[in-house]
Each structure stands twice: as structure tokens, then as C-alpha cells.
């Protein structure tokens, strides 16, 4: 079992802003890969960003350039920092994380509004 905890939404104007801190506990050894989802209302939950446990990010192609995965292995702590935001990335972000054997987990999600 994996647990996740989301933190650091919150409201920004465009152009700002944000951190988003997911904090892992369980058993940490079974984790291939984490990522950041989002998910808009009406609109299909999509990825945002990934990591690999060997340290290799993927973007979708709407935060490229924008938005940065990290991670704290120490902390056992996943990072997104959101530069540039704009409202269209108004949405709950969810971190996620998946085991090598194909189980999948989520945090509780954290909101995030971006005014223009």
C-alpha cells in the first residue's frame, strides 16, 4: 500500500505562481513511477506531468516549458512547481503513482484556480 497526500493549491492570477507538494508513505520501494494529473470540471482527467524512479519527466504539451516534476527522495516528497499560470489551468491536480505491479494511487487532489 501506497499513501499520498496532495498540498498546495490554492488561488493565483495569471502569470503567478504555484508549488504542489505530494508527500508518499507506505511502501515507498514498490514505486515505479509518480505523476501529476488535473482534472477541470466537465473535462476528462489528463496527465500532467510524470517521473520516473530513475528520474526521467514527461510533459503534456500544454505545460511544457511551464511546469517542472520533482522530487525529494529524502523527503519522500513529489514536487510540482507551476510557473506562468494561466486560467486554463484552472483544474483539481492529483498526484499519482503507480507500482511495478500495475497498482495505481491518488491523493486526495488539491485545487487550483488561476484568474485572468
Known amino acids: 500500500q501506497v499513501q499520498l497526500v496532495d498540498s498546495g493549491g490554492g488561488w493565483v492570477q495569471a502569470g503567478g505562481s504555484l508549488r504542489l507538494s505530494c508527500k508518499v508513505s507506505g511502501n515507498i520501494f514498490s514505486i515505479s513511477t509518480m505523476g501529476w494529473y488535473r482534472q477541470a470540471p466537465g473535462k476528462q482527467r489528463e496527465l500532467v506531468a510524470g517521473?520516473?524512479?530513475?528520474?526521467?519527466?514527461d510533459y503534456a504539451d500544454s505545460v511544457k516549458g511551464r511546469f517542472t516534476i520533482s522530487r525529494d527522495i529524502a523527503e519522500n516528497t513529489v514536487y510540482l512547481q507551476m510557473n506562468s499560470l494561466r486560467p486554463e489551468d484552472t483544474a483539481v491536480y492529483y498526484c499519482?503513482?503507480?507500482?511495478?505491479?500495475?497498482?495505481?494511487?491518488w491523493g486526495q487532489g488539491t485545487q487550483v484556480t488561476v484568474s485572468s
Open positions: 499519482n503513482t503507480l507500482t511495478y505491479n500495475n497498482a495505481t494511487y
Open positions: 517521473i520516473t524512479r530513475r528520474g526521467s519527466t
